[in-house]
């Protein structure tokens, strides 16, 4: 959100909502097969009707999100006035506010501007540069000569990071595949090669995005309850699953290789493109078509995709470990 839900903004949700519920909806759509089936057969009505449940879904989110961002005002006695009324503007105004971002990331889309939801994302990133800018100068006051020495090494780190993410949602693993010939009347079909492209980091931010949510939430379950006092055990719970402990970041790692994986398995079916393969007159060659076709590709995509969301996980955990160097967690985007 660009720091807005730290200043309890309208917007302050964000497009988490909408990328939490497009997330969730994906997973049932594997799971149920009446949404498998509208998904694969439905064509632009079947889309439709997947995006208006997803819409739907948005909006359920954020009325929850908006709630329990209520009880922790109300937990942590932030409200001048506790009631009905102060929760329905805190809720209705989280809700309205995630409702037009969505509506804002759909038409962005479909007026070909770009990826609306990544355009939202980067804009509350950019946001916070000057504050970035702000507590940078602060820390080298602070610090003197070794906090020069930490920002240093922090903007070459962070071109480092934008050179790596380039090269490596660029980077591709290219199977070749060769079409046999076959003649349709006098002519003569096929016989060229090609290949078949199978992108290192296959699912984006998505795991990043869902691994975060799921991590988090023991923390923000004890923010609805209340922080445990020192001494209990419920105070060592909690101080083990903070987002800032080192259990959360291996938690947080390991959680989005998973995600990796299960997204690569959909976006990328070693099966279906076995056989789309076959139907076409491709195979790859030494590999008879079917299923050591698809056993290849299997094995091939698990091999590209654990390069891939290790470095997800890298890229994600980086700005996290920055924070907890630098003591100031603000500093890392």
């Avoid at 799971?31 to 498998?36: D, F, G, R, V």
């Avoid at 879904?57 to 102060?86: D, H, R, S």
């Avoid at 101080?239 to 947080?252: C, E």
């Amino acid at each position: 959100s660009g720091g807005a839900f730290a200043e309890a903004t309208v917007f302050a949700l964000g497009v988490q909502p909408y990328i939490n519920s497009s997330i969730i909806i994906q997973l049932l759509t594997i799971a149920i097969p009446a949404l498998e089936r509208l998904a694969r057969d439905g064509g632009e009505a079947g889309k439709k009707k997947i995006a208006s449940i997803t819409r739907y879904a948005t909006v359920a989110i954020a009325l929850l999100q908006g709630f329990g961002y209520y009880m922790i005002c109300k937990n942590y006695n932030i409200l001048e006035q506790q009631g009905i009324w102060p929760a329905l503007v805190i809720i209705v105004s989280f809700v309205a506010g995630s409702s037009f971002v969505m509506w804002l990331g759909e038409q962005v889309n479909e007026f070909g501007v770009g990826n609306g939801i990544s355009i939202i994302l980067f804009a509350g990133i950019l946001s916070r540069v000057p504050n970035m800018v702000t507590m940078g100068a602060s820390y080298i006051r602070t610090k003197g000569s070794i906090g020069c020495l930490w920002i240093a090494l922090l903007i070459v780190g962070m071109l480092a990071m934008v050179v790596l993410i380039v090269h490596v949602n660029e980077a591709e693993r290219r199977i070749p595949v060769q079409y046999a010939k076959r003649q349709v009347g006098r002519k003569m079909y096929g016989g060229q090669a090609s290949t078949l492209p199978m992108k290192v980091n296959m699912s984006g931010v998505l795991p990043i995005i869902f691994a975060q949510t799921i991590a988090s939430l023991p923390a923000t379950i004890w923010a609805f309850i209340g922080t445990p006092e020192e001494g209990t055990v419920g105070r060592s719970i909690y101080n083990a699953i903070d987002t800032k402990s080192v259990l959360y970041l291996i938690v947080y790692f390991l959680m989005i290789i998973g995600f990796s994986y299960f997204y690569a398995t959909i976006q990328f079916n070693p099966v279906e493109i076995s056989n789309n393969l076959k139907r076409n007159g491709g195979f790859i060659p030494g590999f008879r078509p079917g299923k050591p076709t698809s056993d290849f590709i299997a094995k091939v995509l698990n091999k590209v995709t654990l390069f891939g969301a290790i470095y997800l996980g890298i890229v994600a955990i980086c700005p996290l470990i920055a924070g907890k160097l630098l003591g100031n967690s603000g500093l890392a985007i």
